[in-house]
């Protein structure tokens, strides 16, 4: 009796997991307003930017744009893409330094490192009359976020093999919270601002200001060290020495740090890899068009965006909680070529929608794919290599991840300013069929591997 009281005990998610998990929701609510607002951002600097970096760029592209006869409200988007594209990349870039920093000096002081980044970018965003402002906001909050990373780092640190797992499920938590409630308030508070003088934008940045100091003050009272003394690293050499396999291409498709895998295995882990960057290379360029898309064609406002997001996010929070944790341990193979094949169809439906009820069948798709592709990739990687090498594994996945984000939206959004949101989003739709084939034809090995992984 004794034993088992040991292994429940073993069994229990540590409390610092909940401290983190309260602390991603307030971050990814402050992070996520900004979402329904963008495409009524860069309407508002094309008015008030006239002699700004808005307009310079405006004119840097216009020459391309007339050979392609690409049309003029098509600008936004391209924007729309390079701001995303940024963002993403500057948080690919600072990820690892950070991880690489927290190894030697601690979760707790990167961590508010970053957290004090965050809240400067909110600072900036409050008061950015100017596209230049905006776009400096943005750099920032970028090369901030590494927060995201070194919450897997903490959950990693104070969980055991058995309640990994269910601590990382808290962070996807995290995240469905965020991404359902965020857009909805900054909708909401922009809506409100209309009747009020000033920039709409001004409430929701200074929503996520609050929301980022409040995590700062949570976390200082709340949070405790959970890396250990005596297994930091000892020098800054080491930790930056790793950090280039994690920001180079090449290295992070072939796998490179990761040691003493059989071929076989890393040829599998290999192919999941490239699987997992050109699925979401492609997906997350349609995704970040997705606002742009709707208020063009539909004179979407920004609560109509909210609400978008809204539904979507439920969706997604519903498939999560009553179909992806229900996935039998060696289905997850059979489930991803489930979710990829159904992504085709929704970005398909939602380019051609010539409604809004009809954008919302392909919304229900897009939003089972997004629920179940990652969650399940994810899951079939962390069946990789040895217990010391899991966190290698799943290191250089996410910064696949993350290359895939910073991309992505960018291409797409030239695709989009080029040939039009149709075309860009059927040809899209075509290119996802490559991760698919490539997923199914190496889904039986997977499910092989998971499956002698479990046996183990």
């Given at each position: 009796m004794e034993g088992s009281g040991d292994r429940r005990k073993d069994e229990k998610i540590h409390p610092t997991i909940y401290v983190i998990f309260v602390s991603l929701v307030l971050d990814l609510l402050g992070f996520t307003v900004i979402l329904p607002l963008l495409p009524s951002l860069l309407d508002y600097y094309e008015k008030h930017d006239k002699d700004g970096l808005y307009h310079w760029l405006l004119g840097k592209c216009e020459g391309f744009q007339k050979f392609v006869g690409a049309p003029d409200e098509f600008n936004k988007v391209l924007f729309g893409g390079m701001i995303g594209s940024i963002f993403s990349f500057l948080q690919f870039l600072s990820s690892p330094v950070m991880g690489a920093l927290s190894d030697i000096y601690g979760r707790k002081a990167i961590l508010l490192l970053n957290m004090f980044g965050i809240a400067t970018s909110y600072a900036l965003?409050?008061?950015?009359?100017?596209?230049?402002?905006?776009?400096?906001?943005?750099?920032?909050?970028?090369?901030?976020?590494?927060?995201?990373?070194?919450?897997?780092?903490?959950?990693?640190?104070?969980?055991?093999?058995?309640?990994?797992?269910?601590?990382?499920?808290?962070?996807?938590?995290?995240?469905?919270?965020?991404?359902?409630?965020?857009?909805?308030?900054?909708?909401?508070?922009?809506?409100?601002?209309?009747?009020?003088?000033?920039?709409?934008?001004?409430?929701?940045?200074?929503?996520?200001?609050?929301?980022?100091?409040?995590?700062?003050?949570?976390?200082?009272?709340?949070?405790?060290?959970?890396?250990?003394?005596?297994?930091?690293?000892?020098?800054?050499?080491?930790?930056?020495?790793?950090?280039?396999?994690?920001?180079?291409?090449?290295?992070?498709?072939?796998?490179?740090?990761?040691?003493?895998?059989?071929?076989?295995?890393?040829?599998?882990?290999?192919?999941?890899?490239?699987?997992?960057?050109?699925?979401?290379?492609?997906?997350?360029?349609?995704?970040?068009?997705?606002?742009?898309?709707?208020?063009?064609?539909?004179?979407?406002?920004?609560?109509?965006?909210?609400?978008?997001?809204?539904?979507?996010?439920?969706?997604?929070?519903?498939?999560?909680?009553?179909?992806?944790?229900?996935?039998?341990?060696?289905?997850?193979?059979?489930?991803?070529?489930?979710?990829?094949?159904?992504?085709?169809?929704?970005?398909?439906?939602?380019?051609?929608?010539?409604?809004?009820?009809?954008?919302?069948?392909?919304?229900?798709?897009f939003s089972f794919a997004s629920a179940t592709v990652v969650p399940c990739l994810t899951t079939i990687v962390s069946s990789y290599g040895s217990t010391e090498q899991k966190g290698t594994v799943l290191g250089i996945f996410r910064s696949l991840g993350a290359l895939a984000r910073s991309l992505g939206p960018f291409v797409i959004s030239i695709a989009y300013w080029s040939l039009g949101p149709t075309i860009c989003y059927c040809v899209g739709s075509a290119l996802l069929i490559i991760p698919y084939i490539l997923l199914k034809k190496t889904e039986f090995n997977l499910f092989s591997l998971k499956t002698e992984s479990l046996k183990e």
């Open positions: 965003w409050a008061v950015s009359h100017t596209f230049g402002l905006f776009v400096l906001s943005r750099v920032i909050g970028g090369l901030s976020k590494g927060n995201i990373s070194l919450s897997t780092a903490i959950v990693t640190d104070v969980s055991s093999s058995k309640t990994r797992g269910k601590g990382m499920a808290l962070i996807g938590v995290a995240f469905s919270v965020g991404f359902i409630i965020g857009p909805v308030i900054g909708a909401g508070f922009s809506a409100w601002a209309k009747h009020h003088q000033g920039a709409f934008f001004v409430i929701p940045a200074l929503f996520a200001l609050v929301l980022a100091l409040i995590d700062i003050a949570f976390i200082t009272i709340f949070y405790k060290e959970s890396l250990d003394v005596n297994k930091r690293a000892r020098s800054l050499g080491s930790g930056l020495s790793e950090v280039y396999d994690y920001i180079i291409p090449l290295s992070l498709l072939s796998f490179k740090p990761v040691q003493n895998l059989k071929e076989k295995d890393l040829g599998l882990l290999q192919r999941t890899g490239l699987i997992y960057f050109l699925y979401l290379f492609i997906y997350s360029g349609l995704e970040y068009s997705l606002t742009f898309m709707t208020h063009l064609r539909f004179n979407y406002t920004r609560m109509q965006q909210g609400r978008m997001y809204l539904f979507s996010g439920t969706v997604m929070a519903l498939i999560q909680g009553g179909y992806v944790r229900r996935i039998h341990p060696g289905q997850e193979p059979s489930k991803a070529v489930m979710g990829l094949l159904l992504i085709i169809p929704s970005f398909v439906i939602m380019g051609l929608a010539p409604s809004p009820s009809v954008l919302y069948v392909g919304l229900i798709l």
